[in-house]
């Protein structure tokens, strides 16, 4: 259990830098640069082997009775939003610029439409699932072709959001708005990732 946790709170810190690149490069005025370094994240997260609910999640859909990988897929969730969280909140604390930037971004999200909020996850999840499962076939070009799509798109990313919430610290963080947008986002991801297995009827014997 220490080593998955250990891998996921690693994930964690590679999403929240991920996040600070991508703020820092739309304050600047070069999105595109943020979207396209932020796949150095997820790439990473993929080649070293660590533990990321949205990389994770899908693979319930072809192991849906083992309960192991399931509680598995939870406690990485859980260790994922945490370290996500305090990262931002020391982001905000420390780097005015990009909690300012954050400040910005979380709130176009949170006070859209909750129809956005499922449909967006719900692609997300999707594209984490193609990314992780080309990569697990070779094709990591997938990698940094899905990440600039979601982050182009707006789409929400639950891991992202959580350092995004944290780094934008203040009255709405522990809303219940907040609360219900934060849930929705983490199910429709789940239910994104499982969508691509459920519906191509790749039951794989195990997950890495």
């Known amino acids: 259990m220490l080593e998955d946790i250990k891998k996921s709170a690693l994930s964690g810190i590679l999403i929240s830098i991920g996040g600070c ?4 490069s ?13 796949s150095l994240g997820l790439f990473a997260i993929c080649e070293y082997g660590f533990n990321l609910y949205t ?7 072809c192991y849906f009775r083992n309960w192991r990988y399931i509680l598995h897929v939870l406690l990485i969730l859980a260790v ?35 129809q956005k909020w499922v449909l967006s996850s719900i692609l997300c999840g999707m594209l984490m699932f193609l990314a992780v499962d080309l990569w697990k076939r070779g094709k990591i070009i997938g990698v940094f072709l899905c990440v600039p799509v979601f982050i182009f798109c707006g789409f929400d990313h639950s891991i992202a959001n959580s350092f995004y919430n944290g780094a934008a610290l203040g009255e709405q963080t522990f809303s219940l708005r907040n609360v219900l947008f934060v849930t929705i986002v983490i199910l429709g991801n789940a239910l994104g990732g499982m969508l691509i297995p459920m519906l191509t009827r790749k039951w794989r014997r195990d997950a890495e």
Not at 21 to 24: D, I, K, R
Not at 55 to 61: D, H, L, N, R, S
């Open 55 to 61: 990389g994770k999640v899908g693979y319930i859909a």
């Open 80 to 114: 994922n939003l945490a370290v996500t969280f305090i990262m931002g909140c020391l982001v905000s604390l420390c780097l005015p610029d990009i909690a300012e930037s954050a400040r910005d971004s979380y709130a176009a999200k949170l006070f859209a439409q909750p």
């Open 26 to 38: 739309t304050k600047a005025g070069y999105m595109w640069a943020g979207a396209l370094l932020f």
């Open 21 to 24: 690149v991508l703020l820092a």
